[in-house]
């Protein structure tokens, strides 16, 4: 007699189903096919893959500092999403787009859920810095860039293919979504940039107190090439 599957093991089985053949899940969400058991699945696997890479980074720091990364990292690319869905959702609307709000969110989920599978996966790469070089912080914090730039493109470029194939069941205005999505990667990741900054820091610099939030000030990109800067000795 089969033994129902645990709570969780359901949800990461929708998440191997999406890994093993993208493609068949994709064709899945384009026909409408268990929406819901999709949304609520992946949410809930993503966000414990975020939390263990989360609270990971900022173990480097403290124990205080692990728990906060292991909320803020989840936290971060659920918002990102949400500030970014509505734009795409409603351009692609105006412009013929007859897929439903639940499949352009789901759609979008599946980036984030194979981000998180990515993540979660180099988890052993970056527990072996944080051990056998703990004082590298400039090093930590460009290897951590490094990270979430490579899994980051890998979710960006299964998005681009989902919302593709998704776009197949509406011909008129194709040309256009395709042009708008483009446009819509790239302002996904400028928010996502400016909202990590916004919720920094997600691994302490070393010698100093926990902090949930730092002050805002600077951008990104100042702080990378300061830290490139102290690591070739500039500065």
């Known amino acids: ?97 007859r897929s439903s709000i639940q499949q352009h969110f789901v759609v979008l989920l599946t980036a984030v859920s194979v981000i998180s599978v990515l993540l979660f996966s180099l988890a052993p790469v970056t527990l072996f810095f944080i051990i056998t070089a703990p004082d590298s912080y400039q090093f930590f914090k460009l290897l951590n860039v490094l990270i979430f730039g490579i899994t980051g493109s890998f979710g960006v470029k299964f998005l681009y293919e989902g919302m593709q194939l998704l776009s197949q069941q509406d011909e008129v205005g194709k040309k256009t979504r395709t042009t708008i999505l483009r446009t819509w990667l790239f302002l996904y990741a400028f928010v996502g940039m400016q909202l990590g900054w916004f919720l920094r820091p997600f691994f302490g610099a070393p010698d100093s107190k926990f902090e949930l939030f730092r002050a805002v000030k600077g951008n990104f990109y100042l702080d990378i090439v300061a830290a490139i800067s102290e690591i070739l000795g500039f500065r």
Request: glycine letters at 8%.
């Open 1 to 97: 007699m089969l033994q129902p599957q645990p709570y969780k093991m359901k949800h990461f089985g929708v998440l191997i189903n999406l890994l093993r053949d993208r493609q068949a899940f994709l064709e899945e969400i384009r026909q409408g096919i268990r929406l819901q058991n999709k949304t609520s699945s992946l949410f809930v696997s993503s966000s414990i893959f975020f939390a263990i890479y989360g609270g990971i980074i900022g173990a480097s720091h403290s124990w205080m500092q692990a728990l906060s990364g292991a909320i803020k990292l989840p936290a971060f690319y659920l918002l990102t999403l949400v500030i970014c869905f509505p734009t795409l959702y409603f351009f692609n609307v105006l412009f013929g787009s």
